[in-house]
């Protein structure tokens, strides 16, 4: 895809898979952050519970993983209270009901992507403080206040630079120069490099203010008014109304049944019906004899995601959905899209949207974590700025970068966005939306008792991976360490392309799927990033992906 979006992507080059971390406990975090998974076993060992671990963790991503760790963004929190059945706080950003879609427009009718992706215009009213100051406040063991003035501590002292960060921050460089805060924060005259310390003292002061005030601070107090009057004094549209208005909504997850267990996630708008979609054409006997990473099972789960992304275009916005979108994960609909599955050859996207509904014309940055305690209180969070650094557009004296969330919106039914997803009806611009989201964190359970947790970013790559690594545990016992190391593939319908991690060590695998009659595409950047806790033997086992550095802790209890 060729447009402007150019201009925010990172690509990387071609290298070896990696090992992924691995810890083993009776309590144990998976992050992309070494630093924040070491506070959170830290709280844990102090008292907390993985409520107060996941709270610290959300609000220390910010400082160890600016690209997509935030105050100024939103996502999906699932968790269980030991014991009992799995909650879903939907915490996504929503859209300033002064805006208005022709706000976006370029002069020839398109979305622009400098307005939708970029700068203050970009910016959702953002939930992840109301999110987790309702978490820790319903179900933790410590004090909101003394969880954040250690944090604080932590902003001041700095993060450690990763490589990854460091690429991510001198490829984004022009765009966040952009923003007067973000550039004294962020910018530097020489490049990053691995092992930099990279501290942020005003981020340092808001964090003490919001461990001083609560959650009030951000939506009625002193943060907000610095939001506001940065976003408004330089073309941004939030008011504070939007923040005093902003609603934490409450939602029932949805599951699936599979291999004795149920999976978990979180319903439309988020993007859990998609990977239960995967889940359920899958879940027969004809894939499950096909060896993890063969070309035979990369063959069906690719044509399985194909027919989810196909059907998204239908439901997935923040429209009033009914039961409708549950329809797709009946036995009765998975059995009927598997039998348009070809089990040699790919199908072409158009032609299978003919078959399997009504034709229409076809017109990054996130981050997961998963927390479990010793107790089996368990936190699956997915949350997100979008794209890296969300707008690059930190609040005026906050130290806080602030999603650009718009551009997760359609503006015109047929049009690609930043990941190349075509844009449908449901999730068109409208003031006070929430935007439709990939994120789909997972929590998977054996009667009552947790037996997974994970998820991942990825924009349209999450539902594929996930079901991926679901598929390999679950039908075919495939250890996690296996196949979240292994390299990745992806397909989502539009483009009609099946694409792979650079430096992909299956030559063989991908020579036989172009003999399947795909196509193949190098997507110049790795696939989604997985953080997940697993049970193992009376203890959990944290895995933590190599693709961004993260680090897997635990705890012996």
Same mark, same amino acid.
């Given at each position: 895809?060729?447009?402007?979006?150019?201009?925010?992507?990172?690509?990387?080059?071609?290298?070896?898979?990696?090992?992924?971390?691995?810890?083993?406990?009776?309590?144990?975090?998976?992050?992309?952050?070494?630093?924040?998974?070491?506070?959170?076993?830290?709280?844990?060992?102090?008292?907390?519970?993985?409520?107060?671990?996941?709270?610290?963790?959300?609000?220390?991503?910010?400082?160890?993983?600016?690209?997509?760790?935030?105050?100024?963004?939103?996502?999906?929190?699932?968790?269980?209270?030991?014991?009992?059945?799995?909650?879903?706080?939907?915490?996504?950003?929503?859209?300033?009901?002064?805006?208005?879609?022709?706000?976006?427009?370029?002069?020839?009718?398109?979305?622009?992507?400098?307005?939708?992706?970029?700068?203050?215009?970009?910016?959702?009213?953002?939930?992840?403080?109301?999110?987790?100051?309702?978490?820790?406040?319903?179900?933790?063991?410590?004090?909101?206040?003394?969880?954040?003035?250690?944090?604080?501590?932590?902003?001041?002292?700095?993060?450690?630079?990763?490589?990854?960060?460091?690429?991510?921050?001198?490829?984004?460089?022009?765009?966040?120069?952009?923003?007067?805060?973000?550039?004294?924060?962020?910018?530097?005259?020489?490049?990053?490099?691995?092992?930099?310390?990279?501290?942020?003292?005003?981020?340092?002061?808001?964090?003490?203010?919001?461990?001083?005030?609560?959650?009030?601070?951000?939506?009625?107090?002193?943060?907000?008014?610095?939001?506001?009057?940065?976003?408004?004094?330089?073309?941004?549209?939030?008011?504070?109304?939007?923040?005093?208005?902003?609603?934490?909504?409450?939602?029932?997850?949805?599951?699936?049944?599979?291999?004795?267990?149920?999976?978990?996630?979180?319903?439309?708008?988020?993007?859990?019906?998609?990977?239960?979609?995967?889940?359920?054409?899958?879940?027969?006997?004809?894939? %499950?004899?096909?060896?993890?990473?063969?070309?035979?099972?990369?063959?069906?789960?690719?044509?399985?995601?194909?027919?989810?992304?196909?059907? %998204?275009?239908?439901?997935?916005?923040?429209?009033?959905?009914?039961?409708?979108? %549950?329809?797709?994960?009946?036995?009765?609909?998975?059995?009927?899209?598997?039998?348009?599955?070809?089990?040699?050859?790919?199908?072409?996207?158009?032609?299978?949207?003919?078959?399997?509904?009504?034709?229409?014309?076809?017109?990054?940055?996130?981050?997961?974590?998963?927390?479990?305690?010793?107790?089996?209180?368990?936190?699956?969070?997915?949350?997100?700025?979008?794209? %890296?650094?969300?707008?690059?557009?930190?609040?005026?004296?906050?130290?806080?970068?602030?999603?650009?969330?718009?551009?997760?919106?359609?503006?015109?039914?047929?049009?690609?966005?930043?990941?190349?997803?075509?844009?449908?009806?449901?999730?068109?611009?409208?003031?006070?939306?929430?935007?439709?989201?990939?994120?789909?964190?997972?929590?998977?359970?054996?009667?009552?008792?947790?037996?997974?947790?994970?998820?991942?970013?990825?924009?349209?790559?999450?539902?594929?991976?996930?079901?991926?690594?679901?598929?390999?545990?679950?039908?075919?016992?495939?250890?996690?360490?296996?196949?979240?190391?292994?390299?990745?593939?992806?397909?989502?319908?539009?483009?009609?392309?099946?694409?792979?991690?650079?430096?992909?060590?299956?030559?063989?695998?991908?020579?036989?799927?172009?003999?399947?009659?795909?196509?193949?595409?190098?997507?110049?950047?790795?696939?989604?990033?997985?953080?997940?806790?697993?049970?193992?033997?009376?203890?959990?086992?944290?895995?933590?992906?190599?693709?961004?550095?993260?680090?897997?802790?635990?705890?012996?209890?």
């Amino acid at each position: 895809m060729t447009n402007s979006y150019n201009d925010f992507r990172v690509t990387m080059k071609a290298s070896a898979p990696g090992q992924v971390s691995t810890a083993r406990g009776k309590g144990a975090v998976a992050s992309a952050s070494r630093q924040a998974s070491e506070l959170a076993i830290q709280v844990l060992q102090d008292g907390g519970n993985a409520f107060d671990a996941a709270f610290s963790t959300a609000f220390a991503l910010c400082i160890y993983h600016p690209q997509a760790g935030n105050l100024g963004g939103g996502g999906y929190l699932l968790f269980q209270v030991k014991g009992g059945q799995p909650k879903v706080f939907n915490y996504r950003e929503q859209a300033p009901r002064g805006a208005s879609r022709e706000d976006f427009l370029s002069p020839d009718g398109s979305p622009d992507p400098d307005k939708t992706a970029f700068g203050p215009a970009s910016v959702c009213v953002p939930g992840t403080v109301k999110a987790f100051f309702e978490l820790q406040k319903r179900y933790g063991n410590l004090k909101a206040r003394d969880l954040l003035l250690a944090v604080a501590r932590r902003a001041q002292e700095g993060a450690v630079v990763t490589q990854y960060e460091a690429d991510c921050l001198n490829r984004l460089a022009p765009k966040l120069a952009a923003s007067p805060e973000a550039r004294r924060i962020y910018v530097r005259a020489e490049p990053y490099r691995a092992g930099d310390l990279l501290p942020n003292p005003t981020l340092a002061k808001t964090l003490t203010l919001l461990a001083q005030e609560g959650e009030q601070a951000f939506y009625r107090g002193r943060i907000a008014e610095q939001i506001v009057a940065d976003l408004q004094a330089n073309g941004g549209f939030m008011a504070a109304e939007d923040l005093a208005e902003y609603v934490l909504r409450e939602v029932d997850p949805i599951h699936v049944e599979i291999a004795g267990r149920r999976v978990w996630t979180v319903p439309p708008e988020g993007g859990g019906a998609m990977l239960l979609e995967i889940l359920g054409i899958l879940d027969r006997a004809e894939f %499950r004899r096909w060896e993890f990473d063969s070309p035979e099972y990369h063959h069906y789960l690719a044509q399985a995601s194909k027919l989810a992304f196909i059907d %998204r275009m239908d439901y997935l916005g923040d429209i009033p959905l009914g039961t409708a979108y %549950r329809r797709l994960l009946t036995r009765e609909n998975s059995d009927r899209l598997f039998g348009l599955i070809d089990p040699s050859r790919d199908t072409p996207t158009d032609a299978q949207a003919t078959r399997c509904r009504e034709p229409k014309a076809p017109g990054k940055n996130t981050t997961h974590f998963s927390i479990i305690d010793a107790a089996g209180n368990a936190v699956s969070n997915s949350y997100s700025m979008n794209l %890296r650094y969300g707008s690059k557009w930190a609040v005026a004296g906050a130290g806080f970068l602030l999603n650009g969330s718009i551009d997760s919106f359609s503006f015109i039914e047929g049009k690609e966005n930043y990941f190349g997803v075509i844009g449908s009806e449901p999730n068109l611009f409208a003031p006070g939306k929430h935007p439709a989201s990939n994120m789909a964190p997972v929590l998977v359970t054996s009667g009552v008792a947790v037996d997974m947790l994970l998820g991942t970013p990825g924009g349209p790559t999450i539902p594929t991976t996930l079901a991926n690594i679901l598929l390999a545990s679950l039908l075919h016992g495939v250890p996690p360490e296996t196949s979240i190391s292994a390299s990745r593939l992806h397909h989502q319908g539009w483009p009609d392309a099946l694409t792979h991690e650079p430096g992909f060590d299956r030559p063989e695998l991908l020579s036989a799927l172009a003999g399947m009659g795909y196509t193949l595409k190098d997507k110049q950047e790795l696939i989604s990033d997985v953080q997940g806790v697993f049970s193992r033997g009376g203890q959990y086992l944290a895995v933590s992906d190599y693709r961004r550095e993260g680090q897997a802790k635990a705890y012996p209890g």
